[in-house]
């Protein structure tokens, strides 16, 4: 399983989705999905903690800083095997974010 770390524009992007999402930092936490090449972050309500938790293929809860608050952090990636530290980045693709996966395993 890989370190999850974001990039300045992705903790920017990562707020202002949090705040077009009316969620609130106190109230949801992060679920990162990684892929070969990308990954896709959703906010989950913390009812749905337990659930995360009992996921076999999740990892976490992680405490990681997004602007000026640490928020929880689960990780589900598709190539376990991949170790190392994933760094995510920002890219606005046709109006969308997407967020890209750099870095390689073991930086």
Same mark, same amino acid.
């Given at each position: 399983?890989?370190?999850?770390?974001?990039?300045?524009?992705?903790?920017?992007?990562?707020?202002?989705?949090?705040?077009?999402?009316?969620?609130?930092?106190?109230?949801?936490?992060?679920?990162?999905?990684?892929?070969?090449?990308?990954?896709?972050?959703?906010?989950?309500?913390?009812?749905?903690?337990?659930?995360?938790?009992r996921?076999?293929?999740?990892?976490?809860?992680?405490?990681?800083?997004? +602007?000026?608050?640490?928020?929880?952090?689960?990780?589900?990636?598709?190539?376990?095997?991949? +170790?190392?530290?994933?760094?995510?980045?920002?890219l606005?693709v046709? +109006?969308?974010?997407?967020?890209?996966?750099?870095?390689?395993? +073991?930086?």
């Amino acid at each position: 399983m890989s370190v999850v770390e974001f990039t300045p524009r992705a903790v920017q992007n990562v707020l202002d989705i949090l705040d077009q999402s009316k969620s609130s930092s106190d109230n949801s936490f992060i679920l990162v999905e990684c892929r070969a090449e990308e990954a896709e972050i959703s906010f989950r309500q913390f009812d749905e903690v337990v659930d995360m938790q009992r996921d076999l293929d999740v990892m976490g809860p992680f405490r990681v800083p997004v +602007g000026e608050v640490e928020m929880s952090l689960f990780v589900r990636d598709q190539q376990p095997d991949r +170790g190392g530290r994933i760094e995510l980045d920002a890219l606005a693709v046709g +109006g969308q974010c997407n967020f890209q996966i750099r870095g390689a395993a +073991g930086k």
